[in-house]
């Protein structure tokens, strides 16, 4: 079982871990199955106030796009993982994160021209 | 493929140029975008500042590649529509490197021959170099900086405009830690020169040898290793003003140079038998008594009368009354700025403290019991076991206290190690004799330290430390 966050903009990742104002926090079980799901809205945007909701929360892992290399490496010394560059449907990101295929920098939008 | 590798730009030559490779050129980071603020192509400059390459960015949207700090609230696109002009806002954005770059963003229409919106060109300037330079253009003028209400300090500081209006030769002298670098650069902005140089010496860190030639500089092949010519610091600080801090360690032989030098202003490099006129100001500056040395027969009488043009004496801290606790209040405040602390507070007991202790190391000693205090103390107020072991040990004694020596300064520290004066260096050591006796176990050491480990972490990155 792991926690899973993922700041939110709508449906989709936020592009920058410090401007999200709002967070999905989920569990996925060992077998790849989402037993618990919520949206969290946030009182301010804030790095900090997140990296204090994250252990808070007792996430072990988080996906997210832009984040700054003092937050991304403070949450690694913290023992969570911090899957970063992600971008995309918050929910794409976190089945591929429940079946444990999603890597850094995989960006999981359709490209193909209309 | 891609169509930013087939576009062209036709009709401004012969042949049609490859319109990547136009943007390319282009120092300043540019990127196109669909009418669904998709990127089709960007230039060179912006694959540096992103970190993105052109077939990994295709067709992304562009908050995921950009990742502007305006992305969520205010897209300057959302501003532009087909009749209106370019917008231009600041912004941050953070590269896939995970830096912050702070940068400004032009937003504008792209129309196609007819006049439709066929999307949108965004330029992306690289602020950086801007911002350092404009943080070091925002800092406040060395006089600024010498704070103090008492009428000592004030005396001084009503003086240095008019000693800054003159071209002679000034001596600053004072006890360690009462601001005489602070003053020197003071009078140096204050001055005609203030656009010149500032070049600082300090006599007391080179051998004899060294010195000379820092000084003086030298001709190529004066000595063993003189491969190149060495202008010197003198030469250096041509139409500016040269600032020799601890003139009381100069040797006697380049004592005798330097009163040749202040005769004429001509400067003969080691090694050179042609001379060559220079233009500067002297400071100079000591914690010695130089009238002592004269007559004990260690500094020139005739370098004394001569650099004795003006007299600047700084007072030592313990005559400057009120000044304490408004130096404690002024380093409180900005270094709990500095830490990124809340707003804290001396409580009673610990602003007794502070206020009853004499300083012999001045202003710079007491910064220093500040910063540690600052370090320590994880709540909203300092309180007195914040303060370091010794003035703590001070007040429990509450004797006289015999000020140490001038010529060694603080002898409670480690004789063999200066530098420890500055908390910094202390904190370092302490950190890494912690983790030494913890055997690298960061929590152990958190332990051992009395920190929690989120502090511990953020002063080891602060320090480099990994």
């Given at each position: ?32 199955r ?25 996430v ?38 429940a ?16 | ?60 949207p562009?908050w ?23 917008v ?39 602020l ?78 080179l ?100 650099l ?11 005559k ?5 606790r ?18 804290l ?22 910064r ?9 103390c ?65 929590s ?23």
């Open positions: 079982m792991k926690r899973i966050l993922i700041p939110l903009w709508g449906d989709d990742i936020a592009p920058r871990f410090d401007t999200a104002q709002e967070v999905l926090i989920a569990v996925a079980e060992d077998d790849g989402i037993s618990d799901k919520r949206v969290v809205i946030l009182p301010e945007a804030s790095a900090e106030g997140l990296c204090n909701l994250i252990l808070h929360e007792r072990d892992e988080v996906i997210c796009c832009g984040i700054e290399d003092e937050y991304y490496q403070y949450l690694a010394w913290k023992k969570v993982q911090v899957i970063d560059s992600v971008g995309g449907p918050a929910s794409v990101a976190l089945e591929r994160s079946a444990g295929s999603l890597k850094s920098e995989e960006i999981l939008v359709a490209r193909g021209r209309e | 493929m891609p169509a930013y590798e087939t576009a062209h730009v036709k009709g401004l030559s012969k042949l049609p140029i490859a319109l990547l490779n136009l943007m390319d050129e282009i120092p300043i980071g540019i990127v196109v975008l669909d009418t669904q603020r998709r990127v089709v192509m960007l230039n060179r400059a912006l694959q540096a500042l992103t970190g993105f390459v052109p077939q990994e960015a295709y067709l992304v562009c995921y590649v950009l990742r502007s700090s305006l992305c969520l609230r205010s897209c300057p696109i959302s501003m532009v529509s087909k009749h209106s002009e370019p231009c806002v600041e912004a941050n954005i953070v590269n896939r490197a995970r830096e912050r770059v702070p940068v400004r963003v032009t937003a504008a229409p792209l129309l196609d021959l007819k006049g439709n919106l066929v999307g949108y060109i965004e330029s992306i300037e690289d950086r170099a801007l911002a350092d330079h404009s943080e070091e253009t925002a800092q406040p003028s060395p006089l600024d900086s010498i704070i103090g209400r008492s009428l000592e300090i004030q005396r001084v500081l009503q003086v240095i405009p008019a000693i800054a209006q003159t071209d002679s030769s000034v001596l600053i002298t004072g006890e360690t830690g009462t601001g005489k670098d602070f003053v020197a650069e003071a009078i140096h902005q204050a001055s005609s020169r203030a656009r010149g140089p500032f070049v600082k010496i300090n006599c007391g860190a051998p004899e040898t060294l010195l000379e030639s820092e000084l003086f500089g030298h001709q190529k092949g004066a000595f063993t290793g003189a491969v190149e010519n060495k202008p010197g610091r003198f030469r250096l600080a041509h139409n500016g003003t040269l600032y020799l801090t601890e003139i009381g360690d100069l040797p006697l032989n380049l004592q005798v140079k330097l009163l040749s030098f202040l005769d004429d202003h001509v400067l003969y490099p080691l090694g050179s038998t042609k001379g060559f006129h220079v233009d500067v100001r002297l400071i100079a500056a000591t914690h010695r008594d130089l009238e002592q040395m004269v007559h004990e027969g260690r500094f020139r009488e005739d370098l004394l009368f001569r004795n043009v003006v007299r600047l004496h700084l007072p030592p801290l313990s400057r009354g009120e000044d304490v408004l130096l404690l209040d002024h380093f409180l405040r900005n270094l709990s700025a500095r830490f990124k602390k809340r707003a507070q001396f409580d009673a007991q610990a602003l007794g403290t502070l206020l009853s202790y004499p300083y012999p190391g001045n202003v710079r000693e007491l220093n019991i500040v910063e540690y205090a600052v370090n320590v994880e709540g909203n107020e300092i309180r007195a076991e914040h303060l370091p072991a010794y003035v703590l040990e001070y007040k429990r004694q509450n004797g006289p206290r015999v000020p140490p020596p001038i010529d060694e300064p603080l002898q409670r520290f480690p004789a063999a190690a200066p530098a420890l004066l500055w908390w910094e260096d202390t904190e370092k050591r302490l950190i890494a004799e912690a983790i030494m006796k913890a055997r690298g176990r960061k152990a050491a958190a332990q051992i330290l009395g920190w929690g480990r989120s502090t511990l972490w953020r002063k080891m990155k602060r320090y480099g430390m990994r």
